[in-house]
Protein backbone atom coordinates (compact mmCIF):
# COMPACT_ATOMS: atom_id res chain seq x y z
CA UNK A 1 0.00 0.00 0.00
CA UNK A 2 1.55 3.60 -0.97
CA UNK A 3 0.81 6.94 0.53
CA UNK A 4 -0.83 9.90 -1.22
CA UNK A 5 2.97 10.19 -2.75
CA UNK A 6 2.64 7.16 -4.19
CA UNK A 7 5.44 5.84 -2.26
CA UNK A 8 5.47 2.44 -0.37
CA UNK A 9 6.62 2.65 3.47
CA UNK A 10 10.16 1.36 4.23
CA UNK A 11 8.63 -1.12 6.91
CA UNK A 12 5.44 -2.22 8.29
CA UNK A 13 4.65 -3.51 11.54
CA UNK A 14 1.36 -5.03 12.55
CA UNK A 15 -0.47 -6.65 15.24
CA UNK A 16 -4.19 -8.19 14.44
CA UNK A 17 -6.13 -4.88 12.97
CA UNK A 18 -3.29 -2.29 13.92
CA UNK A 19 -0.81 -1.43 11.96
CA UNK A 20 2.28 0.82 12.50
CA UNK A 21 4.38 2.18 8.80
CA UNK A 22 7.60 3.82 8.67
CA UNK A 23 8.34 6.56 5.66
CA UNK A 24 10.95 8.48 4.59
CA UNK A 25 10.94 12.02 4.38
CA UNK A 26 13.00 13.80 1.71
CA UNK A 27 14.93 16.02 3.73
CA UNK A 28 14.91 17.49 7.29
CA UNK A 29 18.01 19.40 8.70
CA UNK A 30 20.69 19.91 6.05
CA UNK A 31 18.84 18.03 3.67
CA UNK A 32 19.52 14.65 5.14
CA UNK A 33 16.19 12.28 4.53
CA UNK A 34 14.57 10.73 8.15
CA UNK A 35 12.06 8.89 8.93
CA UNK A 36 8.84 9.38 10.39
CA UNK A 37 5.61 6.97 11.45
CA UNK A 38 1.94 6.82 11.14
CA UNK A 39 -0.14 4.21 12.88
CA UNK A 40 -3.60 3.26 11.65
CA UNK A 41 -6.17 0.39 12.25
CA UNK A 42 -8.06 -1.72 9.36
CA UNK A 43 -11.42 -2.48 9.00
CA UNK A 44 -14.03 -3.67 6.89
CA UNK A 45 -17.18 -1.81 6.38
CA UNK A 46 -19.99 -3.61 6.85
CA UNK A 47 -22.16 -1.75 4.19
CA UNK A 48 -19.91 -2.43 1.23
CA UNK A 49 -17.21 -5.12 2.46
CA UNK A 50 -14.67 -2.70 1.76
CA UNK A 51 -10.99 -2.59 3.68
CA UNK A 52 -10.55 0.72 5.66
CA UNK A 53 -8.51 2.66 7.57
CA UNK A 54 -8.85 4.63 10.89
CA UNK A 55 -6.99 6.45 12.86
CA UNK A 56 -9.00 5.79 16.66
CA UNK A 57 -7.88 3.05 18.26
CA UNK A 58 -9.78 1.15 20.59
CA UNK A 59 -8.32 0.18 24.51
CA UNK A 60 -6.68 -3.20 23.85
CA UNK A 61 -5.32 -1.85 20.28
CA UNK A 62 -4.20 1.07 22.72
CA UNK A 63 -2.54 -1.82 24.65
CA UNK A 64 -0.90 -3.24 21.66
CA UNK A 65 0.98 0.16 20.32
CA UNK A 66 4.24 0.14 22.47
CA UNK A 67 5.35 -3.59 21.33
CA UNK A 68 4.96 -2.04 18.02
CA UNK A 69 6.56 1.52 18.60
CA UNK A 70 9.65 -0.68 19.98
CA UNK A 71 10.00 -2.58 16.83
CA UNK A 72 9.52 1.05 14.68
CA UNK A 73 11.93 2.57 17.33
CA UNK A 74 14.43 -0.15 16.36
CA UNK A 75 13.94 -0.14 12.99
CA UNK A 76 14.82 3.40 12.94
CA UNK A 77 17.57 3.27 15.01
CA UNK A 78 18.89 0.22 12.46
CA UNK A 79 18.38 2.42 9.49
CA UNK A 80 19.68 6.16 11.29
CA UNK A 81 23.36 3.78 12.19
CA UNK A 82 23.63 2.36 8.63
CA UNK A 83 23.44 5.80 6.82
CA UNK A 84 25.69 6.89 9.58
CA UNK A 85 27.84 4.47 8.24
CA UNK A 86 27.36 4.72 4.32
CA UNK A 87 28.12 8.72 4.89
CA UNK A 88 31.52 7.56 6.74
CA UNK A 89 33.12 5.27 4.26
CA UNK A 90 31.67 8.34 1.64
CA UNK A 91 34.00 10.55 3.70
CA UNK A 92 36.88 8.06 2.82
CA UNK A 93 37.59 7.43 6.74
CA UNK A 94 35.96 6.60 9.48
CA UNK A 95 35.36 9.47 12.02
CA UNK A 96 36.75 9.48 15.25
CA UNK A 97 33.71 7.95 17.94
CA UNK A 98 32.85 9.18 21.22
CA UNK A 99 34.54 11.98 23.22
CA UNK A 100 36.43 11.39 26.21
CA UNK A 101 35.82 8.16 27.13
CA UNK A 102 36.64 6.90 23.68
CA UNK A 103 39.90 9.33 23.99
CA UNK A 104 40.41 7.63 27.46
CA UNK A 105 39.85 4.25 25.85
CA UNK A 106 42.43 4.76 22.65
CA UNK A 107 45.19 5.77 25.80
CA UNK A 108 44.64 2.91 27.67
CA UNK A 109 45.00 0.82 24.65
CA UNK A 110 48.34 2.41 24.27
CA UNK A 111 49.94 2.68 27.63
CA UNK A 112 52.60 0.66 28.76
CA UNK A 113 52.47 -1.15 32.21
CA UNK A 114 54.85 0.36 34.63
CA UNK A 115 57.65 -1.16 35.63
CA UNK A 116 58.16 -3.28 38.83
CA UNK A 117 59.74 -0.79 41.28
CA UNK A 118 62.28 -2.99 43.76
CA UNK A 119 62.93 -1.80 46.94
CA UNK A 120 65.43 -2.63 49.44
CA UNK A 121 65.74 -1.59 52.44
CA UNK A 122 68.88 -1.30 54.80
CA UNK A 123 67.59 -4.63 57.28
CA UNK A 124 67.45 -6.58 53.89
CA UNK A 125 71.19 -5.66 52.41
CA UNK A 126 73.17 -8.73 52.12
CA UNK A 127 75.86 -8.43 55.00
CA UNK A 128 79.72 -8.17 53.91
Known sequence: MTDTTGKAPLARMSDGALVL?????????????????????????????????????????????????????NFIRDW???RRKEGRQQDGAERPQGGLAAQRDQAMANAKAP??????????????
Open 80 to 82: EAE
Open 21 to 73: KVWEQPGGQNGKPFLTTSVERTYRDRETGEYRTSHSLTRGQLLKLPALAMEAS
Open 115 to 128: EPVRQTSPDMSPEH
